[in-house]
């Protein structure tokens, strides 16, 4: 059935956290995940009980909860699991491949709740496999999304650095895909090309009201970037800051899964 609709994607993927997060999505029509930015736990629980059924995976920044403790963690995570969600930590790693290793465990523990994690390439390949050695540490799997773009404005990643973290990453079985800028679907269609079809492309920076964010985040159309290639969207504010998160989350997930069956035609 997935393979109906996401084609090359699901043909040519080695991954198989990338082909259960294929699953999930189309089991609940929704290629939304919604970048969990609140800074409570109640926040946390409130809001993944009111979306979770419209989306696919929940991303986290477990260092941005002001009363964060490890019972409570464990209770959002068992709700992710309930919910039928991928839990994406996005912590962008960028240290050496040893400390990225030991960065996975600590008193957040990554490793043994994360299904997904955020890298930059800057420190070298061996990051990658840090982290894989980290999930392996507590036998589960995991898989890494590099960061080959960045919504945000004047970032430093370059269509140099794009080209060297794709030709990197793509080689690499520990990579499940690359962040792509969601606000310009103009490099996103650039991105998909060098990127090929076997691997992920995730994008934030989406929202459905025009403009831009806050401090120079920048904003596109949902949409355009499934178009282009993007596999998920990856929504915050646009979901957690409004009136009803809830039908928000239907939106953006009726808006990518039609998307998604548009570029299949
Ligand atoms: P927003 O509220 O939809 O703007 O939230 C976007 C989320 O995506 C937020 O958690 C960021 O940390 C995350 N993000 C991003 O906005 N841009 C990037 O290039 C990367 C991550 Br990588």
Redesign the pocket.
């Given at each position: 059935m997935p393979g109906r609709v996401w084609g090359e994607r699901w043909s040519d993927s080695a991954s198989e956290i990338a082909r259960r997060y294929m699953e999930v999505a189309t089991r609940k029509c929704t290629l939304v995940c919604l970048?969990a930015?609140r800074r409570t736990m109640n926040g946390l629980f409130e809001l993944i009980d009111s979306v979770g059924p419209y989306i696919a995976a929940l991303?986290t920044?477990v260092d941005l909860v002001d009363d964060w403790n490890p019972e409570a963690w464990a209770e959002f995570c068992a709700r992710a699991n309930q919910a039928d969600l991928l839990i994406f930590e996005?912590r962008?790693f960028a240290d050496i491949g040893k400390i990225s290793r030991d960065q996975m465990a600590g008193a957040y523990d990554i490793r043994s709740w994360s299904d997904l994690v955020?890298a930059h390439l800057i420190s070298g390949p061996d990051i990658v496999d840090g982290l894989q050695a980290g999930w392996s540490d507590v036998g589960r799997n995991g898989g890494v999304l590099l960061?080959a773009?960045?919504?945000?404005r004047g970032?430093l990643l370059n269509p140099n650095y794009t080209d060297e973290v794709v030709t990197k990453g793509r080689e690499h079985g520990g990579v499940f895909g690359f962040?792509g800028?969601g606000s310009r679907p103009d490099e996103l269609v650039e991105l998909r090309t060098k990127v090929g079809k076997s691997k992920m492309i995730w994008t934030?920076?989406?929202?459905l009201s025009v403009g831009d964010?806050e401090m120079g985040?920048r904003?596109g159309d949902p949409r355009a970037a499934i178009l282009a290639g993007s596999d998920c969207i990856?929504?915050?504010?646009?979901i957690h800051?409004s009136d009803n998160p809830a039908e928000s989350a239907k939106k953006y997930a009726s808006v990518s899964w039609n998307a998604l069956l548009e570029r299949k035609l």
């Open positions: 970048a930015d991303k920044h996005d962008k955020t960061l773009q960045m919504s945000s970032n962040i800028n934030p920076g989406v929202n964010g985040q904003y990856i929504v915050g504010s646009g800051r």
